[in-house]
């Protein structure tokens, strides 16, 4: 018995000194702060385009780490992509969001999205998590998955993305038009929903060729009777411009920038519609 725990404890210490000294490499710091809980899941509103509602809210990923401090997404998701580490992140975003549920809007067309990156769609393993970690917690709001793709092409397996649509989660293809999401998503996924990339929502009245893309993506949207949200919208005149075109819902820092998820109450009930 306490050999055993004597070497716990001096291998608990050792990870320890690894970690604060800035020893280890990024994604076992990844590893480390999971369990160290350093991670912390923020949401941003999403704004009907056409009455002004609060409709949903996006979860993103915070990390604060001792060492480093903040660690932007940008850096530590593609890491944890090629690591093997995502799945774990989605798991903790999931359990959070399902933690405080109860202060949540209940209503069904209440929408919570989470980031869901391609490779957890492999082996059903996105099915099991949510399986084990979202329907239990009764009753929920509208679950949309936002597929992100970063590294690779499109190698979603079908039957995980039938069986999604079968039990009611909403798929958006998020970033759309950028990277590798490509047109070929909107066969093989049939999606819900497309996220129009904030670099398009930047484009407009300032560059030709992306808004260009914008509208092109808006009509393609809409002959598709698919749902669009725009992302990174910034000014009124974004705002102005995608709701005159019919996009459906809004999310950026004209809005609401991401804020703790706890925070996410009192800014509801504080926020205007139209
Ligand atoms: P994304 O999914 O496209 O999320 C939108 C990003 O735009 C967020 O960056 C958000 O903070 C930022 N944003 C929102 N409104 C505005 C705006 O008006 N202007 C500008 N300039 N930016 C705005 P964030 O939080 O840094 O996340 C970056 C990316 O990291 C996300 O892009 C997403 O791809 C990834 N990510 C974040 N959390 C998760 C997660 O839980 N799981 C996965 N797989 N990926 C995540
Ligand atoms: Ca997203
Ligand atoms: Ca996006
Ligand atoms: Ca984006």
Known sequence: QLPLALLLSLLMGYIVWLATANRMSLSWQIS???TAREFMVYCQPLINAHNGQCDGIEMLLRWHNPRQGWIPPDVFIPL????????PLTRFVISETVRHLPDLPMRSSFHIAINVAASHFRERAIIDDLQRLWWPANPQPQLVVELTERDSLPVVDQRVVSHLHKVGVKLAIDDFGTGHSSLSYLKTLSPDVLKIDKVFTAAIGTDAINATVTDMVISLAQQL?????????ETAEQ???LRERGVDALQGYYYARPMPLGDFPAWLANHKAF
């Open 32 to 34: 480390y702060g999971i």
């Open 80 to 87: 944890a992509e090629r690591q093997n580490l995502i799945a």
């Open 225 to 233: 009777n698919i749902g669009l949200v725009a992302e990174g919208v």
């Open 239 to 241: 705002a102005e411009y």
